[in-house]
């Protein structure tokens, strides 16, 4: 089993920034990818990013490139999502999660419980 707690959310301004966090605890070495994704109310949950736990490549969702950027630190089991230029429709619930491939949220064994942001105009 692998455990994973994020933190890091919050309210911020339109064009603030916010760093998320994700810490894996547990069986991390069974770990492929650390990934983000995130549900605003009302829509499905969507993929933000991923990367690569070895070798650490990474890849985006068009909604977020050039603004947020995914990172990790392979020995302290921690990934990393820093937002810059937010904006409203960046609002929502981030999930950390890990032990899958792609960019599906269905691919994914394990997910933190979700940490709030919230973008005002």
């Known amino acids: 089993q692998v455990q994973l707690v994020e933190s890091g959310g919050g309210l911020v301004q339109t064009g603030g920034s916010l760093r998320l966090s994700c810490v894996a605890s547990?069986?991390?070495?069974?770990?492929?990818?650390g990934a983000w994704f995130r549900q605003a109310p009302g829509k499905e949950r969507e993929f933000v990013a991923l990367?690569?736990?070895?070798?650490?490549?990474?890849v985006y969702a068009d909604s977020v490139k050039g603004r947020f950027t995914i990172s990790r630190d392979y020995n302290k089991k921690m990934v990393y999502l820093q937002m810059n230029s937010l904006k409203p429709e960046d609002t929502a619930v981030y999930y950390c999660?890990?032990?899958?491939w792609g960019v599906g949220a269905g691919e994914y064994d394990y997910w933190g419980q979700g940490t709030q942001v919230t973008v005002s105009s």
């Open positions: 999660a890990a032990g899958g």
């Open positions: 547990g069986r991390s070495f069974t770990i492929s990818n």
């Open positions: 990367i690569r736990w070895i070798g650490g490549s990474t």
